[in-house]
């Protein structure tokens, strides 16, 4: 994916482009020589095909990072206490904060879940990212019969319910401008061993192991 200073200099590409052009267009028409105006003209369509593919460009490159765009929300690591129990360290990247939580869950494995609304593509295609909130953190079994023998174990990221989100949930059927209001999780194994950072994208929850 192209980075956002590489978008901004796309951005300087095209209109450069372009006022190359416009600027040698009118000026052709300021040229009593015949030949002259012609070369100016030939440059004119020649900068201004150059700036249009530029811009087509920068444009399906901006769908496709508003479509599929990611943004770090946290870092995880584990590590095991006893067979079945392990500490969970949860680092929020909020605003550029970094205020570490140290969770004790039951489980070969570790889930996060939150509330995502998905606005329509036009809306998306604007810039306007889902919004999201992470609520709860869990442990869990990746076997069911062993999953069965112990009761859940739950910490709440956020107190209370997320408002917001159930608001948006029971009046969905009303606002033409949300495609869809629903709840997120992604889960992972117990890896001591590696960093595993969580993300979002427009869809949902994702988390990628480092």
Not at 2 to 30: D, E, K, N, Y
Not at 125 to 138: C, F, W
Not at 149 to 168: C, M, N, Q
Not at 183 to 201: D, F, M
């Amino acid at each position: 994916m192209v980075s956002q200073p590489g978008m901004a200099l796309l951005g300087l590409l095209t209109i450069a482009a372009w006022g190359i052009g416009l600027w040698q267009g009118t000026s052709a028409f300021r040229r009593r020589g015949l030949i002259d105006a012609l070369k100016r003209l030939v440059l004119a369509v020649t900068f201004a095909s150059v700036g249009t593919l530029l811009g087509w460009l920068l444009l399906v490159l901006h769908a496709y990072h508003v479509f599929s765009g990611e943004t770090l929300i946290a870092q995880v690591t584990t590590q095991r206490l006893s067979k079945a129990d392990f500490e969970l360290t949860y680092r929020p990247f909020d605003h550029g904060e970094r205020v570490a939580l140290r969770i004790r869950l039951q489980g070969d494995q570790w889930a996060i879940s939150g509330g995502i609304v998905k606005w329509h593509p036009w809306l998306t295609a604007l810039g306007l990212k889902s919004y999201h909130k992470p609520m709860r953190l869990m442990g869990q079994f990746s076997r069911v019969d062993e999953q069965r023998l112990h009761l859940p174990t739950v910490f709440p990221l956020e107190p209370g319910a997320d408002r917001l989100w159930e608001t948006l949930y029971r009046l969905d059927p009303y606002l033409p401008f949300i495609e869809a209001v629903y709840g997120s999780s992604a889960y992972v194994y117990v890896e001591p061993r590696s960093v595993q950072q969580v993300y979002v994208t427009p869809s949902g929850y994702m988390i990628k192991r480092f």
